[in-house]
């Protein structure tokens, strides 16, 4: 990247709640601040077709009402974009086991989670000297 160009970080939020959603997508824009994030909220049904055009570094979706075969199809298209993240924002009782075998970038976060955690699983640096958690 030569000098003067700006390195925007793309991640893509789709929850039902638009509460949640704006509240995540506030927080995702705060914290990775240097890095111009341009975060996009959606409702999970929105996700196949802003998935290709965007390629984010990151999917956190609420699946708490996905059947397999959804998050499969999505697992899936994260692959064939380069390796995008896929967070599976879940309730305790929609939390099932077998879904962590969708693939090497999915992250599981159970609800109710904590911003730190949900920073950590959309791949920020948890590292990172920024004075937000």
């Given at each position: 990247?030569?000098?003067?160009?700006?390195?925007?970080?793309?991640y893509?939020?789709?929850?039902?709640?638009?509460?949640?959603?704006?509240?995540?997508?506030?927080?995702?824009?705060g914290w990775?601040?240097?890095?111009?994030?341009?975060?996009?909220?959606?409702?999970?049904?929105?996700?196949?077709?802003?998935?290709?055009?965007?390629?984010?570094?990151?999917?956190?979706?609420?699946i708490t009402?996905?059947a397999?075969?959804?998050?499969?199809?999505?697992?899936?298209?994260?692959?064939?974009?380069?390796?995008?993240?896929?967070?599976?924002?879940?309730?305790?009782?929609?939390?099932?086991?077998?879904?962590?075998?969708?693939?090497?970038?999915?992250?599981?976060?159970?609800?109710p989670?904590?911003?730190?955690?949900f920073?950590?699983?959309v791949?920020?640096?948890?590292?990172?000297?920024?004075?937000?958690s």
């Open positions: 990247m030569g000098t003067g160009e700006v390195r925007v970080t793309t893509l939020i789709a929850e039902s709640d638009p509460a949640v959603r704006t509240v995540l997508a506030e927080y995702l824009r990775d601040s240097r890095n111009h994030p341009y975060v996009v909220e959606c409702l999970p049904r929105q996700v196949p077709d802003l998935l290709d055009r965007l390629r984010p570094k990151a999917v956190a979706i609420d009402f996905a397999r075969s959804e998050l499969e199809a999505l697992a899936r298209m994260c692959e064939r974009t380069g390796g995008t993240r896929l967070v599976l924002m879940c309730s305790e009782e929609s939390n099932d086991a077998s879904r962590t075998d969708l693939g090497t970038n999915l992250v599981l976060l159970q609800k989670f904590g911003l730190r955690a920073r950590q699983a791949g920020l640096a948890h590292s990172d000297t920024s004075s937000n």
